[in-house]
């Protein structure tokens, strides 16, 4: 990407005035001017465009005061011109975004939209088409402030964490750890799985003892079903009988409702009537005071037209003022707009006559320039001589080099696989020599696995005992509950034989048998009394020994329970131990292998050890270097004296730099001149104005008829406000005129209505007293109740019995065919969890082999020692040129230890012609040299990968703290790498350095104006 034209509007400190930024205007230019000034506005501005972000939020971008900025950008990719057009406009909320994308069409001259329907979608159409995001472009294209030497200075262990950065190998860290995920969740999948099966298979084994029970229950409740019909016939005869007696019941409890009802009412009627009395006399007192009333009403009227008369004057008062306060704020409006334009005349004329004196400084320089330019001529033909030299020089050189490098890359890929051989032989050999561990390891295992195993054996039984013992307790609940009931119906019958309801005229009627209903003597009542006395003793009894037994066996349980929880968390370790164990069967036949293995690798060990002993490799390229070196041997060239050539070029370049802006300075002085009268006329007229008033003259004039206005209309304040408290005196006047009104037409109906409501109590008197004596002659007829309900009583129990006998068995019977239909469900099961476990353990196997394949040793480390060669390739093409052949450098991804063993690194090794030394050993100028041509080739090497190419470069490198040596090394530096680019931008504020530059973009901040910026080629 390759910027054309920029424009800005109300962005950070530039307002909407500045002309669009030509780039074709210049290769590489100096972006110069004070600290805050907008600099690096300029490259928030591009980044924004493209991708809508910048160093600081929308909001923060905007230029203070203004609610909408834009930033408009051309550019060339690939031989195709776009732009791209981003707009933002603050809204009460947030802000509105608009984006627009557009290719030029050459064939109809102009630009073809490429906006997608969204802002996202353009967004995402834009990084497709550059190839290259927000992160991927700073990091790249931006050599920021003190981060050329970041990768050099860094350690090796932070060098490849910087490399990994650069080349995105973090998503290999996310896969891995995904992989890592999946194959631990698998993991917890399959333990739950196979203890899963093992609870099957033991339930499974119960199947033929439910469905022998199973029969026998259905046989139970056809004979129960049979005797509860029987009942239920009885049953239905005895609630006819109930029913019609509870009907008369009923009928006797309404009339005792109605009793209630009708008292209520007369008590609600009674009260009714007495406040319609007082209602009455309220009504004759408002008729007695009608004279008064009218009379305070007619005055309230009066009151009200007169206040509404205030109110018309006051409206028109509020009309009037606020007509002046905006002829008041316009004219004061036309005032500033006068002096804003005073203002600006103002600084355009101390510009222009800061122009012309800066011109005249230029000038008086012209012979020197002159003369300084011949003498530049001369040395670049010189220059020109040795550069021919050094090239064919070079070219010999580069061959040596790459034949060098042809027969170390051959000798390196004989050392790593010796390397590789080495490392595996000492990784089969740590495996081998565990082997004796491995298979104690194993057998601890196996003997932990064999004793849960057989503990599993003993919970089963434990835990059919808790469900027998389950069992006993529902057993001896419902003989209990049986029991129960028994003893109260016993209880029941004793009652009715002590029972003896009077006859007619108070004669006590004989008992009778509970069971035959027939009439019992006094000693047969004993007899009965004593049997029943009996049994209840013997029920008594029973139930206290069924919650005897009961409670023994819940203790049993409660022991068995805590028993099993023991051995369930003991045996929460079994999955952990059957894992444990199947490790180090597969680590014991790891290790087998192992010690089968190295003795294959040694041997290749010695084959290629003995191949760089004797340098059996690349002899056709060993051949063609000793022909290359004797070609060196005679080519005359002297770097010292073609560095001297270029130091001299390099020193006169600024003359021919100040010859080529001469005649630019004398027509921008002469376009100053002419403006600087008009600009002096402009500033006193706006002055005369100033000082006359001479604005705005059409809202004086209305501003005066306003304040005529307002006076005419004599408003008083003063006899308004005493109006409205007379008014508020009389409020009430309205509402005592409607209750008049209302007294006068409601008295006649309300007097009627009173003898209406005393004449309708004295009806419901009358009616309370018929319904007393209904009543009465119902509750005779109901003397027969008790008698039926206490057999009723006696039929249900019975009937209630064999229903609970009945849904006990249902209950047994629903539950046993429910445990055998589980059965054949859980054999169905058990099939089919067998197969899901074979795939889990599948796919267990897949995703530990995707974590290896993604961890540090795999993918991520092939991807950085493929990408060394590439840096070293493009960081050593820039020190040639910036160190005449002289330094080199090399990025180690191993080094050999001291104990024999080899370790990953990413050490740097540069080399010139006194040998091979760390980085920290050299000079400031060959360091800088070396930190400034790898942070080159880091930045293309991540511009390629992002699948584009870096042909813009922006470097801000903090030069205040360089010397004029280091100054010069800079710009050496820039001057190397220019030909790779098709725009350098280098941003300073030094007044040495920005003049070395062919062009430069001068920024200066300007109060009240903002950010402007000027191209000086």
Known sequence: MVPIKLSLKNFLSYADENPPLDFTQFHVACLSGNNGHGKSALLDAITWALWGKARSRNEDLLRLGAQEMEVELE????????????????????????????????????????????????????????RMDYATFIN???????????????????????????????????????????????????????????????????????????????????????????????????????????????????????LQEAERDLLSLTAQVARQEQLVQQLQQVLAEKDGILADFERYQAL???????????????????????????????????????????????????????????????????????RLQAARREEEAWERQRMQYEKLEAQRRELEREIEKARNAIQVQLDTCKRQGLELKRKADALPSRERERAEAEAVVKALTELTAQHKVARDAIAECTAQLAELKAQKDAAEKELATLRQRREMIRFQPEGGAGIPVSPRCPVCRQPLDEKHQQDLEHTMAQEEEDLQKRIQTILNDGRKVKRQREELDKQVKE?????????????KLADAIAAERDAQQSAESLKEIMGEVQALTERLDKKDFAPQEHKQLAQVVADLAGVRYDAAQHKAARDTVAALQRFEVERGKLESVRERRNQAAESLPTLKASLKRLDEILERKAYSLDAQRELLEIQRAIASLNYSESAHHAAQEELRRLSAAPIRKERLDNAEKQIGTAEQYLRQQQQSLADKVARRAATERERAQLMEELAMLALVEQRLSEVTESATRLRSERDRLLREQAV??????????????????????????????????????????????????????EIEEEANRLLRQLTDNRVQVAIEPLRDLKSGGIKETLDIKVSDELGTRPLELFSGGESFRVDFALRIALSKLLARRAGTRLRTLVVDEGF??????????????????????????????????????????????????????????
């Open 567 to 579: 051995w369930e968390e003991r045996l929460r370790q079994l999955p952990a131990a059957q894992q």
């Open 816 to 869: 046993a065919q429910a445990s055998c239909l589980r059965l054949e469900s859980l054999a169905q099961e058990k099939t089919a969890e067998e197969e899901r476990l074979e795939k889990l353990k599948h796919e267990r196997f897949l995703y530990d082999k995707l974590e290896g394949a993604f961890g540090r040793d795999g993918i991520p480390a092939l991807i950085i020692e493929n990408a060394i060669p």
């Open 304 to 374: 009200r037209q007169q206040e509404e008369e205030f109110t018309q004057k006051l409206q028109q008062l509020q009309a009037l003022s606020e007509q002046r306060r905006r002829l008041e704020l316009a004219i004061e409006r036309e005032r500033a707009q006068v002096e804003q334009e005073r203002t600006r005349v103002q600084a355009q004329l101390e510009q222009t006559q800061k122009a012309i004196a800066e011109a005249d400084a230029v000038l008086q320089k012209a012979a020197e320039i002159e003369a300084g330019y011949e």
């Open 140 to 258: 790249s294209a931006f050599i920021l402030q003190g981060r050329a030497d970041e990768f050099t200075r860094k350690s090796a262990r932070e060098r490849k964490e910087i490399l990994s950065e650069i080349l995105g190998l973090s998503r290999y860290d996310a896969m891995a750890e995904r992989a890592r995920l999946h194959a631990r969740r698998l993991s917890q999948d399959i333990e739950v799985k196979e203890a899963r099966l093992q609870e099957i298979e033991a339930e499974l084994q119960h199947r033929e003892a439910y469905e022998t029970r199973l029969a026998e229950l259905r046989e139970q409740v056809t004979q129960v079903e049979a005797e509860l019909h029987t009942v239920e016939e009885e049953l239905a005869r005895r609630h006819e009988e109930r029913v019609s007696l509870l009907q008369k019941k009923q009928q006797a409890e309404e009339l005792s409702k109605r």
């Open 75 to 130: 550019f060339t990719l690939e031989g195709n011109r776009y732009r791209v057009l981003r707009r933002f406009r603050k809204t009460a909320r947030s802000g509105t975004h608009r984006l627009e994308f557009q290719l030029f069409d050459p064939t109809q001259d102009r630009y073809l939209p490429l906006t997608q329907p969204g802002l996202t979608q353009t967004e995402e159409r834009i990084k497709q088409t550059l």
């Open 960 to 1017: 205040g703290t360089q010397d004029a040596d280091g100054l010069q090394r800079i710009l050496e530096a820039i001057n190397v790498i220019k030909d790779d680019f098709d725009k350098i931008l280098v941003i300073t504020h030094l007044e040495t350095l920005k003049n070395a530059f062919p062009a430069r973009i001068e920024v200066v901040k300007l109060p009240d104006v903002g950010s402007r910026y000027e191209l000086v080629v």
